[in-house]
């Protein structure tokens, strides 16, 4: 089954303990994105990779980093996480066959930073 | 740069009867449209999308949706909602802009939540 599998589904965690969570997906997508959804602001994007190796900021990196080493592989990486980064995480891909290519989601990752 | 206003953050609507959600755009250039439905602890996943043509453009499930481009709007319309369509609704935009390119990124409104009473 074509998917987007992000890990863990739930997180709970104190400030400054680093943390990942992971993103991959089998359907051989170059482009991979991670958003954070939030009440009232809607889904924001945080950084996207095109590519291995290829990654850019979105619109709102700060406090995270990530990495594209494989090309099914997109973790997330809090270095140190803070209460002003709790929220609902959502990895997607696209295969970036033109704009005809949808972007498929993960089921998100629930953080909570206390 | 591109927004998305959903002025509908909740919608109640009887089992059978009809819903529109509203979806209002701006952008300085040609842009592409799309619906992302959200059911409970899911990711989202796409009900339609509108990239040129006609511009009544039917999705998944019965849903459809219009882009009126002199009225910068995109709204989800369904003749008939059943309990099964509780869930968020999400209007989003890709801009063509030369600065967007190879970033598929989406701009989202805040969502609607649509609420079937039965």
């Known amino acids: 089954e074509a998917q987007v599998t992000q890990n863990p589904r739930y997180l709970i965690t104190v400030t400054g303990k680093k943390l990942t969570v992971t993103c991959s997906q089998n359907?051989?997508?170059?482009?991979m994105s991670w958003y954070r959804q939030d009440p009232g602001l809607g889904l924001r994007q945080i950084y996207y990779?095109?590519?291995?190796?290829?990654?850019d900021k979105g619109d709102v990196p700060e406090g995270y980093k990530v990495s594209r080493k494989e090309k099914r592989n997109f973790p997330l990486i809090l270095e140190s996480p803070s209460p002003n980064q709790t929220s609902l995480y959502f990895c997607?891909?696209?295969?970036?066959?033109?704009?005809?290519?949808?972007?498929?989601f993960g089921n998100g990752t629930r953080l909570t930073v206390t | 740069a591109q927004s998305v206003t959903q002025l509908d953050s909740q919608v109640p609507v009887f089992e059978e009867a009809p819903v529109e959600l509203r979806c209002n755009y701006s952008?300085?250039?040609?842009?592409?449209l799309f619906w992302y439905v959200q059911y409970p602890n899911q990711g989202l996943q796409l009900l339609l999308k509108?990239?040129?043509?006609?511009?009544l453009v039917k999705g998944i499930n019965g849903f459809e949706a219009e882009f009126n481009k002199s009225q910068t709007s995109f709204h989800l319309r369904k003749p008939s909602v059943h309990i099964s369509d509780t869930a968020e609704y999400f209007c989003?935009?890709?801009?063509?802009?030369?600065?967007?390119?190879?970033?598929?990124?989406?701009?989202f409104g805040t969502g609607t939540r649509l609420t079937i009473i039965p």
């Open positions: 997607a891909s696209s295969s970036r066959q033109g704009r005809n290519s949808p972007l498929h």
């Open positions: 359907m051989n997508h170059e482009y």
């Open positions: 990779s095109m590519n291995v190796e290829v990654t």
């Open positions: 952008s300085s250039v040609s842009v592409y």
């Open positions: 509108y990239l040129s043509g006609s511009t």
């Open positions: 989003a935009v890709s801009d063509l802009t030369i600065s967007n390119f190879g970033n598929e990124k989406l701009t």
